[in-house]
């Protein structure tokens, strides 16, 4: 079982950014995609973000140029960078590695865009 922790939500106003952080117990993200999906209130989870262990990137449509996914150099960190956050990007945003058919979830974190 790999555990992922997701920290940097919170609240903020339309315009702002904020940068999502999500910490594995190992440097897994050299080896596992990382990726950002979110549930916003009324509609099923959707994919944000997704970076491959090669380095690959993949946003959902939606994003537009405003979020950017990353990763540290010890590949245990999955961030996510997004600027000019708007009222429809509300909801709680959840972490996952996979792997094949190996997948684990962080705990989800809530983002609130409000003035």
């Known amino acids: 079982q790999i555990q992922l922790v997701e920290s940097g939500g919170g609240l903020v106003q339309p315009g702002g950014s904020l940068s999502l952080s999500c910490t594995a117990e190992g440097n897994i993200f050299g080896m596992y995609t990382g990726g950002w999906y979110r549930q916003v209130p009324g509609k099923a989870r959707e994919f944000v973000a997704g970076?491959?262990?090669?380095?690959?990137?993949d946003y959902g449509d939606f994003v537009k140029g405003r979020f950017t996914i990353s990763r540290d150099s010890t590949k245990k960190t999955v961030f996510l960078q997004m600027d000019n956050l708007q009222p429809e990007d509300t909801g709680v945003y959840y972490c996952r590695a996979n792997l094949h058919s190996w997948q684990y979830w962080g705990q989800g974190i809530q983002v609130t865009v409000s003035s």
């Open positions: 970076l491959a262990a090669g380095g690959s990137t």
